[in-house]
């Protein structure tokens, strides 16, 4: 029997759009739970999907990728490259584990939802393959860590760290909620599938694979690009619908929810992901600076698929590269000096040479963050290690819920943001944070960040011991310096390594 081609019977196989006789349309498909924007069933047919596959092929290209990561994962299990890889190569590990494994399993959840309600057949086909994706990733960055917890704690919070109220998981879980848990299926695959997954991932993704292979740590770097290969085809569900919209009328409805994904999505990137590349990554390792690779991945790339879909850059888009500046090196600063309330050890990564490489990259840092490093090393090179620990929480933006920070030293810029509303303030790191809040007050305004939650009463005693246990972080997973302060002994040898004019 001859078989036939793929593209002879996808469009009628795939075209699940019938008329209901049961229930009303409305009924199947409610406003709510597509976020169609009114646009009629009949007109989302014009969704073209641009990755066609069948479930037979699917599943024989995931069970060749499932096999390929974990054999390679098997293949170098005793190789203890972790116990012998430098420990901020480790700590990338543990940030990276506890952030991303179960906001896997939740965009899971997005794309089920997608895989229902989208509007149009070749949504909900895709989306369908999407969800069996998220669910490989959520079970690939559960399994691969699960080894390490037995030697380190910390691992465990690849599984752990959603189900605690840890500051970076408050964070996570607030923009991930807002992003992709409690929205529609338009909306999802708009400022998931589109805003984070298109731009975003890619880099965490892409450029961690590559400083994986570079540390020489294939088992993650195979890891990653495997997962990478699922998003790059299921990122493609939110252009399409971006077209359907534009094309009937919503282009100023497509861009807010392109403009508040951005914005959210390169917060969490802010924090997870420059650290890891500009401080983590041994400086031998590094292949980019996290500035580079947001310029080439997220302009380069944001710019080219806005402007093809003939939508308009945000109006916060000069503002934002603006903050690929500082904005990273702010948050480092904050997650090493707040570091017993981290999962991972965070590593410092300001050697004299780490040093030399971040003044090439970035213009002034050593009078602006350079000011602040030094005053640590000189309470490191004193024995002060308690001036260089937090006794309470830093103020906390109402939208990203990290640290309100920018530019410290020569260049001061850090300023709050505030907004009222319903008599009670609200604080924003930047107009970006707080241009999202007020899009939908209603939606965010209930939120406490954990500095609400002080105030309140809520983290007892009010200090930083009442902190860790507010987050459930107990003894042996506190983090601390990744290379317990060796790095500050150059100093010892040579003062004038610091170069803050
Ligand atoms: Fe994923
Ligand atoms: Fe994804």
């Known amino acids: 029997m001859a078989i036939l081609e793929r593209s002879e019977w996808y469009d009628v196989a795939r075209d699940t759009n019938w008329t209901p006789s049961y229930v009303k349309e409305e009924e199947l498909f409610p406003d ?10 009949d007109k989302w047919k014009s969704y073209d999907e641009p990755y066609k596959t069948s479930y037979p092929e699917y599943v024989k290209i995931q069970r060749e990728k499932d096999s390929a990561a974990y054999s390679v994962k098997a293949a170098l299990d005793r190789s203890q490259m972790i116990e012998t890889a430098d420990p901020g190569w480790a700590s990338i590990l543990k940030s990276h584990y506890g952030a991303i494994a179960l906001g896997e399993y939740a965009a899971m959840s997005a794309e089920a939802r997608m895989a229902r309600f989208g509007m149009a057949p070749g949504m909900r ?41 840890e500051w970076a998981a408050i964070a996570a879980r607030h923009a991930f909620d807002d992003l992709f848990l409690s929205r529609d299926a338009t909306s999802i695959a708009v400022m998931l599938t589109f805003a984070f997954e298109t731009g975003f991932t890619n880099m965490q993704f892409l450029g961690l694979a590559a400083d994986a292979a570079e540390a020489g740590d294939y088992t993650f770097s195979s890891l990653i690009s ?17 077209q359907v919209l534009i094309e009937n009328g919503k282009k100023e409805e497509a861009e807010r ?48 698929s806005l402007i093809e879909l003939g939508l308009d850059l945000p109006w916060y888009w000069d503002q934002m590269i603006a903050e690929f500046d500082y904005q990273h090196h702010a948050y480092h600063l904050g997650v090493w000096f707040w570091r017993p309330t981290v999962w991972w050890n965070p590593a410092a990564g300001v050697t004299p040479d780490d040093r030399d490489w971040l003044e090439e990259k970035y213009p002034g840092w050593n009078d602006t963050f350079g000011k602040c ?22 103020i906390v933006c109402n939208m990203s819920q990290l640290p309100i920070c920018a530019i410290p030293g020569n260049g001061w810029n850090v300023r709050d943001y505030p907004a ?53 972080i107990a003894p042996g997973e506190c983090g ?22």
């Open 32 to 41: 709510q739970m597509t976020g169609g924007l009114g646009v009629s069933r």
């Open 125 to 165: 086909n895709m989306a369908t393959f999407g969800m069996m994706d998220e669910n490989r990733h959520a079970q690939l960055q559960l399994y691969f860590p699960h080894e390490h917890c037995s030697k380190d704690r910390q691992f465990d919070w690849a599984q752990k760290a959603y189900h605690t109220n």
């Open 226 to 242: 495997s997962i990478q290969t699922d998003e790059s085809r299921h990122a493609q569900i939110g252009g399409p619908a971006l």
């Open 257 to 304: 929810l392109v403009y508040m994904g951005i914005a959210r999505a390169w917060r969490i990137f802010g924090v997870l992901t420059g650290p890891a590349m500009d401080y983590y990554t041994p400086l031998s390792h590094r292949k980019q600076s996290f500035k580079e690779f947001m310029q080439e991945w997220i302009v380069g790339q944001f710019e080219r």
């Open 373 to 394: 490093w030094d005053v640590i090393i000189d309470n490191i090179l004193a024995g002060r290690h308690e001036k260089t620990l937090p006794e309470t929480l830093p």
């Open 420 to 472: 009222e509303y319903q008599g009670r303030t609200y604080h924003f790191n930047s107009e970006i944070d707080r241009w999202v809040f007020q899009q939908d007050p209603v939606r965010y305004r209930d939120h406490m960040s954990i500095v609400d939650r002080m105030l309140a009463g809520l983290i007892q005693p009010p200090d930083l011991g009442g902190a860790l246990k507010y987050m459930n």
């Open 480 to 501: 601390e310096d990744a290379h317990k302060y060796a790095w500050a002994e150059a100093y010892r040898a040579n003062p004038y390594a610091k170069k803050a004019a």
